[in-house]
């Protein structure tokens, strides 16, 4: 893949962050993002599972920034973000997948109904949706993956911001 061509592919996924279409990313995206995932399977705030996940939301933030604000203004515009990703991940596409871990690790708590340390596709999309994903996409997607670990869903989105479409 060319650096144009994984530029654009890094733009297209700024969206996914930008969860009030406010043309940034911010704290707040990561703190909706919680909020949307806690509503969904209906756990609170207070809880240690939403506690966990607003920690793991904040971690997320945190690494973004790091990578990515150049300007220091706690927001990431859309040149920030292709800028940072591309310029820190090209070579070491896994360490974005590092710094969402706790967020992710935490997500899967919520949805990892029976404690099994694997979720189920239902939950998958249900996650999927709570987070902005079209429905029919977030559906495929459920599909595709099947029931998920941990380790793969780290994979599999480090490969979201890395691999060709």
């Keep these: 893949m060319d650096s144009a061509e994984y530029e654009r592919k890094i733009a297209a996924r700024f969206a996914t962050f930008d969860q009030d279409g406010n043309g940034y990313i911010s704290r707040e995206d990561f703190s909706t993002a919680a909020a949307a995932l806690l509503a969904e399977f209906g756990v609170t705030a207070r809880s240690e599972k939403g506690q966990a996940l607003y920690s793991g939301a904040e971690a997320f933030w945190q690494g973004m920034a790091g990578i990515a604000d150049r300007d220091g203004d706690q927001r990431i515009t859309r040149d920030e973000f292709v800028g940072g990703a591309v310029k820190r991940l090209r070579d070491n596409p896994a360490r974005f997948a590092e710094i969402a871990r706790?967020?992710?690790?935490?997500?899967?708590?919520?949805?990892?109904?029976?404690?099994?340390g694997s979720v189920s596709a239902p939950q998958v999309e249900r996650a999927l949706r709570a987070l902005g994903v079209e429905a029919e996409v977030a559906s495929l997607t459920a599909q595709a993956l099947g029931p998920v670990t941990e380790d793969q869903v780290l994979s599999a989105f480090a490969s979201y911001f890395t691999v060709p479409e």
């Design 102 to 116: 706790p967020f992710l690790h935490a997500a899967l708590s919520l949805a990892d109904g029976d404690g099994s």
